[in-house]
């Protein structure tokens, strides 16, 4: 199958770095202080073991007055990307939250593939959640896997998107 669709939701609090995320990896700019409004969506390809896909990519704004919108926006969701703040321990506390938010929107056998992500890895001298930290809670809630980047540096931006459509095209028997 070529052309696939894939909806994939970026789930975290206000001001961890989920839009520039998105923008880095779709625009390869890091574009600082943005905000989103409810929801942005946004369309890329991606190409894993050339078998090519779309993202579709929905960056779900991270302030609590629009939480009550993430089961509807998360409907019909083929993976998903939980961000938090490596300089924010209640960040990542949050996590265990908006988790719960996204889940129900799916049965409770649904599986969909989620991968845990701690931004601003840049800001390492201000860092307040310990990676054994994110690991064990990344292992806990059974993410795919772990990882951190920095948007600002574009250290493993590429990476992260990369690894959730593989997953996806995987649990999709695609690859």
Known sequence: MIGTKFKLMIIGNGGV??????????????????????????????????????????DFAGEDRFRFLLPNYALGSHGAIFMFDITRYISLESVEEWLEVFKKSFEETEEVPMIM???????????????????????????????????????????????????????????
């Not at 990896?25 to 890091?30: E, H, K, N």
């Open 17 to 58: 770095g989920k839009t520039s995320l998105v923008n880095r990896y779709l625009t390869g700019v890091f574009t600082e202080g943005s905000l989103t409004i409810g929801v942005d969506f946004h369309i890329k390809s991606v190409d894993v073991e050339g078998k090519k896909a779309t993202l579709q990519i929905w």
């Open 117 to 175: 992500v701690g931004g601003k890895m840049d800001l390492h001298e201000k860092r307040a959640v310990p990676r054994e930290d994110a690991v064990e809670m990344a292992s806990k809630y059974q993410f795919y896997d772990y990882l951190e980047c920095s948007s600002k540096t574009g250290k493993n931006v590429e990476d992260i998107f990369v690894k959730i459509a593989r997953i996806m095209m995987e649990k999709a028997g695609l690859i």
